[in-house]
């Protein structure tokens, strides 16, 4: 059977590169390109891929779109942190030259992050939506992100035992870049909510323990700490933004000023 990937992408040309070489061995690479400012598209071109450019409505939608662009029967889907291994292209392989059990899989992920393979933390092995799947045995939720989805087959999720590799965040900067965005899009989906600053607060110090204490972080040393740090600051912004949003401050406000008249003498 014949497999397209598809790749979510907006100003990744750090990164768009390695993702696609991981997954040269597919029948169709597309790119799902957001109208990036950088190489991105450029570079995707001129690996091979097919670049089809969607305007970004949230991930939900922006998923639901690369999946109508998608030509084959199975779909195996990678973000730009994403690489597919040798051993994730052989498993997949042997499913697809038999009878596959299951229409959807989820797959695997192992995470490198500050010059360390994370294994505590909730990051190893963690695990997205189904990352290989027939096409229209599933559908993503309409969502801004952490987008859910739907099963449109009677048969269970299937996971495969092999990991693919994700690096989530090349450096500081990624850390804090994408806890603003994604903080900004999670505010969203609290639109139907009040919240106050204490659940704010309370909701990031929660998020912390779990991923620092309950899910072990401690044990990845400092990784575990900025792991479990980001996810305080990423979930305290969503709900202090959402707080933001209800109050609509006004900005202070003063009459022109100009220069005093001088009285003469």
Known sequence: ????????????????????NSVLWADEIIVADSASTDETARIAGDLGA?????????????????????THEWIFSLDTDEQC?????????RVLAGTPAHDAYLVPRRNYFMGRWIKHSGWYPNFRQPQLFRKGAM???????????ELLTSKPVGCLSQAIWQVPFRDFEEVVKKANRYSSLGALKLADRRVSMGAALGHGIWSFLKHYV??????DGWPGFVIAFG???????????RYEAQQRWPMPTQPALRRPDVQSK
């Open 1 to 20: 059977m014949s497999l397209s990937v598809y790749i979510i992408a907006y100003n990744e040309a750090k990164k768009i590169a390695d993702t696609i």
């Open 50 to 70: 097919r670049v089809v450019q969607i305007p970004f409505h949230g991930f939900g939608d922006l998923r639901n779109q690369a999946i109508k662009a998608c």
């Open 85 to 93: 291994t040798p051993e994730v292209r052989d498993e997949i392989l």
């Open 139 to 149: 559908k993503y939720a309409e969502s801004p992100v952490h987008e859910g989805y």
């Open 214 to 219: 309950a899910k072990r972080g401690f044990l």
């Open 231 to 241: 996810n305080f600051e990423g979930t305290f912004y969503r709900y202090a933004k």
